[in-house]
C-alpha cells in the first residue's frame, strides 16, 4: 500500500496550466514487489486548472503547496509539482507518527508520464527518515499497464 500512497502523492503534485499538464486518463495495472494493484486515473479542468482523480482522490494541479489528509502513520503530508511537456515533476514531503509520537519524515521527488505504449511510468526518489534508525531511500521506477 505505501507505492499507492506514494503514488497518490505523486500524482497531486501534477500542477502547471491545465494545457501544459499531460492526459494521464485511464485505468492501469501496477506491479509493486509482486502486489498487483488497479490505479484509475481521471482528469478535469476547473476554472482553468487541471484536476487528477485518482482512484477518488481529487489532486488539484494549480503549483502550489497542498496539504493531503492524514493516512495512517503518514501526516501532515504536502505536495507540489508542475507540468513540463509530456512529464509530471513534483516534491512531497509527510512526517510519520506511530502512536502519536512523530519518529521520521518522508520526502522527495518524482516524475510520471505515458510511455509510448501509452502505460504510466513513474520515477521516484527520495528517502525515508527514521529518528534514530537511520536513512532509507526511495528509488522506485515503475510502469503500470495501460488496460
Known amino acids: 500500500m505505501f507505492a499507492k500512497s506514494v503514488m497518490t502523492i505523486l500524482v497531486a ?3 502547471a496550466v491545465a494545457m501544459a499538464c499531460p492526459n494521464l486518463s ?3 495495472e ?3 514487489e509482486g502486489e498487483i494493484e488497479t490505479m484509475t486515473v481521471s482528469q478535469s479542468v476547473v476554472n482553468g ?3 487528477f482523480n485518482i482512484d477518488g482522490d481529487v ?3 494549480d503549483g502550489n503547496t497542498h496539504q493531503m ?3 495512517g502513520p503518514e501526516e501532515q503530508a504536502t505536495y507540489r509539482a508542475n507540468c513540463a511537456g509530456a512529464q509530471v515533476n513534483m516534491e512531497f514531503f509527510s512526517l ?3 502512536g502519536g509520537n512523530k519518529i521520521g519524515q518522508v520526502n522527495g521527488n518524482g516524475t510520471m508520464s505515458l510511455d509510448g505504449n501509452s502505460d504510466l511510468v513513474q520515477d521516484i526518489k527520495g ?3 527514521i529518528d534514530g534508525q537511520g536513512n532509507f531511500p526511495i528509488d522506485q521506477l515503475m510502469t503500470c499497464q495501460r488496460i
Open 13 to 15: 503534485g501534477l500542477s
Open 26 to 28: 485511464g485505468t492501469f
Open 30 to 32: 501496477c506491479n509493486y
Open 49 to 51: 486548472v487541471t484536476h
Open 59 to 61: 489532486l488539484i494541479a
Open 69 to 71: 489528509p492524514n493516512t
Open 96 to 98: 510519520i507518527f506511530d
Open 127 to 129: 528517502t525515508v527518515v
